[in-house]
């Protein structure tokens, strides 16, 4: 395939169909290739990174289909975009299974703590956080909100499943956070990437506008 213009990564572990559906479904003129192939994934012309699972299944699935120097360069070279395991990949060690991350930033990803898992009624919260939460923007800059909340009211509600999430070293790579009940990151972004815990594309117009916003994004 010569053309290839969003590659979804394939290692066994993403819910490959529904995102790749959604982009299809905003993107109709785009070339969308589910693939596992890095080859074809250094072709395409922007990367989407998804996962679902264990981190320690992840990991080791990424490596035994020899993919991860295609994602770590498409990361910081392509407009790139990470979805839940997706985002939590990327950091240094996941205290599920105590597992090494790609290490491309600085951080750690934690477990909600049972100890904190209560409401301001005092109602006990379910891990995993699972369902709709809203998600509150973080400006990077001073001037305006980064070019993937095009569009997207600040205080959106987003589509969750998860147990565990991303903690930075590095604050200033923070985009958005939702809390439950205390505030955690759901958003990060640097130059080419942007990642997030929720899932895009399972979270109805806003999810589709963040995907519609990655496809148009031309990052500097």
């Given amino acids: 395939m010569s053309k290839i213009d969003i590659a979804v990564v394939d290692y066994g572990m993403g819910n490959l169909r529904s995102v790749s559906k959604a982009l299809e479904h905003v993107a109709p003129a785009k070339t969308v290739l589910v693939t596992s192939n890095p080859v074809e994934i250094?072709?395409?012309?922007?990367?989407?990174f998804p996962g679902q699972g264990a981190m320690p299944d992840c990991m080791r699935e990424l490596d035994a289909r020899g993919l991860r120097d295609a994602?770590?360069?498409?990361a910081q070279y392509k407009p790139f975009l990470g979805i839940c395991i997706g985002l939590q990949m990327l950091f240094e060690h996941s205290e599920e299974g105590d597992t090494a991350?790609?290490?491309?930033?600085?951080?750690s990803v934690k477990r909600f703590a049972t100890a904190d898992?209560?409401?301001?009624?005092?109602?006990?919260l379910k891990v995993p956080h699972m369902g709709?939460?809203?998600?509150?923007?973080?400006?990077?800059?001073?001037?305006q909100p980064h070019a993937l909340w095009q569009g997207i009211e600040d205080g959106a509600r987003f589509y969750y499943v998860h147990s565990y999430y991303v903690q930075p070293d590095d604050e200033s790579i923070i985009s958005g956070f939702s809390q439950y009940p205390k505030r955690f990151t759901c958003a990060i972004a640097k130059n080419n990437l942007f990642a997030v815990q929720f899932h895009?594309?399972?979270?109805?117009?806003?999810?589709?506008?963040?995907?519609?916003?990655?496809?148009?994004?031309?990052?500097?």
């Avoid at 250094?42 to 989407?48: I, L, S, Y």
């Avoid at 898992?117 to 006990?124: E, F, P, T």
């Avoid at 923007?137 to 001073?142: I, K, M, S």
């Fill in 42 to 48: 250094a072709k395409a012309k922007r990367v989407v």
């Fill in 71 to 74: 994602v770590l360069y498409a």
């Fill in 101 to 107: 991350g790609l290490g491309l930033f600085k951080g």
């Fill in 117 to 124: 898992m209560v409401d301001s009624n005092g109602d006990k």
């Fill in 132 to 143: 709709w939460n809203q998600v509150y923007q973080v400006n990077q800059t001073e001037s």
């Fill in 200 to 220: 895009p594309e399972k979270s109805a117009d806003a999810g589709l506008q963040l995907l519609t916003n990655f496809v148009n994004w031309a990052p500097n």
